[in-house]
T-cell receptor, first 114, second 113 residues
Framework: DAGITQSPRYKITETGRQVTLMCHQT?????MFWYRQDLGHGLRLIYY???????DKGEVSDGYVVSRSKTENFPLTLESATRSQTSVYFC?????????????FGPGTRLTVL | GDSVTQMEGPVTLSEEAFLTINCTYT??????LFWYVQYPGEGLQLLLKATKADDKGSNKGFEATYRKETTSFHLEKGSVQVSDSAVYFCALSEMNRDDKIIFGKGTRLHILP
């Protein structure tokens, strides 16, 4: 049971480059989420998706794009990476929206933008 | 808007000490409350949760009671172990409020042998 996986685990890129972070879950969970984790800010929601082809912005969505053509995949794209997007990115999923349900997190992707 | 405030870390304790990590929240309705734990190099995982007032969540020796009168959900453990060293996040999610969960900033816990 693979659960929820993220790739790559580590990524170094340069300012202005496009970067895509992958997230894959094997549970067929309806909801998926992208967070970024930064010192002093905790976790902040970037985007979430209630189902395939349904996405919505979170607290810090500027500069990011998501898609969800299949239930199990939820890629996050940085269209033109900036240094301020250096962070650890976590993908999560849940059967509902997390109101009373558990969110299951991937292991994270550490992104460095030079 | 809704928010979660938890005590700043790092918190450093000796093994077998009593642990309290404070968490208070602001919400307009009746949120569900969570504690998540993040071990080094890993993603977050649910530690415990409570969905209504006076509920007590418990797991792995940790406990937290949903106190509506004080809007608190403090995490406690009677005797910590070195393996409890991690970052702990308090969180809330409120019915009919944008279907999202709000996390506190996290409290790093160091347990010394």
């Amino acid at each position: 049971d693979a659960g929820i996986t993220q790739s790559p685990r580590y990524k170094i890129t340069e300012t202005g480059r496009q970067v895509t972070l992958m997230c894959h879950q094997t549970w067929s969970h309806s909801y998926m989420f992208w967070y970024r984790q930064d010192l002093g800010h905790g976790l902040r929601l970037i985007y979430y998706s209630a189902a395939a082809d349904i996405t919505d912005k979170g607290e810090v969505s500027d500069g990011y794009v998501v898609s969800r053509s299949k239930t199990e995949n939820f890629p996050l794209t940085l269209e033109s990476a900036t240094r301020s997007q250096t962070s650890v990115y976590f993908c999560a999923s849940s059967t509902t929206s997390g109101i009373t349900d558990t969110q299951y997190f991937g292991p994270g992707t550490r992104l460095t933008v030079l | 808007g809704d928010s979660v405030t938890q005590m700043e870390g790092p918190v450093t304790l000796s093994e077998e000490a009593f642990l309290t990590i404070n968490c208070t929240y602001t919400a307009t309705g009746y949120p569900s409350l969570f504690w998540y734990v993040q071990y080094p190099g890993e993603g977050l995982q649910l530690l415990l949760k409570a969905t209504k007032a006076d509920d007590k969540g418990s797991n792995k020796g940790f406990e937290a009671t949903y106190r509506k009168e004080t809007t608190s959900f403090h995490l406690e453990k009677g005797s910590v172990q070195v393996s409890d060293s991690a970052v702990y996040f308090c969180a809330l999610s409120e019915m009919n409020r944008d279907d999202k969960i709000i996390f506190g900033k996290g409290t790093r816990l160091h347990i010394l042998p």
